[in-house]
């Protein structure tokens, strides 16, 4: 079994910043993939960004040249900075570890976009 655990969500200002963070822990294959998703009221999940063990990044379109993931693969952390943000980025987070066709998902952080 694999435990996310996501932290950095808030209410922020249109043009604020915010970082998440997820911790991965417990049988974690060496070779992963951990990221990024999101759902706003009334919509679907979709991906934010992506990336793997070896640094390939994958990023949605509406965010490109806003947020950046990174990670740390010694601590299984992944990271989100989330610049210039809009209020359409309102939506819950969460935190996807993918290995091998398997799927673990963390509980989900809010980010409010709002003035």
């Known amino acids: 079994q694999v435990y996310l655990v996501e932290s950095g969500g808030g209410l922020v200002q249109p043009g604020g910043s915010l970082r998440l963070s997820c911790a991965a822990s417990g049988s974690i294959f060496r070779i992963n993939v951990m990221g990024w998703y999101r759902q706003a009221p009334g919509k679907q999940r979709e991906l934010v960004a992506t990336?793997?063990?070896?640094?390939?990044?994958n990023l949605a379109d509406s965010v490109k040249g806003r947020f950046t993931i990174s990670r740390d693969n010694a601590k299984n952390t992944v990271f989100l900075q989330m610049n210039s943000l809009k209020p359409e980025d309102t939506a819950v987070y969460s935190c996807?570890?993918?290995?091998?066709?398997?799927?673990?998902w963390g509980q989900g952080t809010q980010v409010t976009v709002s003035s």
């Open positions: 996807n570890l993918g290995a091998f066709g398997v799927d673990y």
């Open positions: 990336m793997t063990t070896g640094g390939r990044t």
